[in-house]
């Protein structure tokens, strides 16, 4: 069974820079890629950031495009998102998931094993 940890997150002012990571266990196929999401009060998950374990290949939501960069560790079967110039609306809570099916998938339902969430919030 595959088990999902998300840590990192926190307080941070705007302009400043949080690392989560996103511990993998019991993994099995490293063709599904494992993505990044947010979710605001009262919203659907989003995809910030993809990640294919075997090729690294990437994909970014436009919000984070040049700011956020995720990334894989395969000796220690984890995914960091390394979040750099924060905006007050990238506070969220942040969700690590393995994708179900092959590729870079967009859409929360085409993910499964979710972590618990970490939150995130950018204020001064």
């Known amino acids: 069974q595959v088990q999902l940890v998300e840590s990192g997150g926190g307080l941070v002012q705007p302009g400043g820079s949080l690392r989560l990571s996103c511990a993998v266990s019991g993994r099995t196929d490293s063709n599904y890629a494992m993505g990044w999401f947010r979710q605001y009060p009262g919203k659907e998950r989003e995809l910030v950031a993809a990640?294919?374990?075997?090729?690294?290949?990437?994909r970014y939501d436009d919000s984070v495009k040049g700011r956020f960069t995720i990334s894989r560790d395969n000796d220690k079967n984890a995914v960091h998102l390394q979040m750099n110039t924060l905006k007050p609306e990238d506070t969220a809570i942040y969700y690590c998931?393995?994708?179900?099916?092959?590729?870079?998938?967009?859409?929360?339902?085409?993910?499964?094993?979710w972590g618990q969430g970490t939150q995130v919030t950018v204020s001064s």
């Open positions: 990640i294919n374990w075997s090729v690294g290949s990437t």
């Open positions: 998931g393995q994708a179900r099916v092959y590729g870079l998938p967009g859409g929360p339902s085409l993910y499964e094993h």
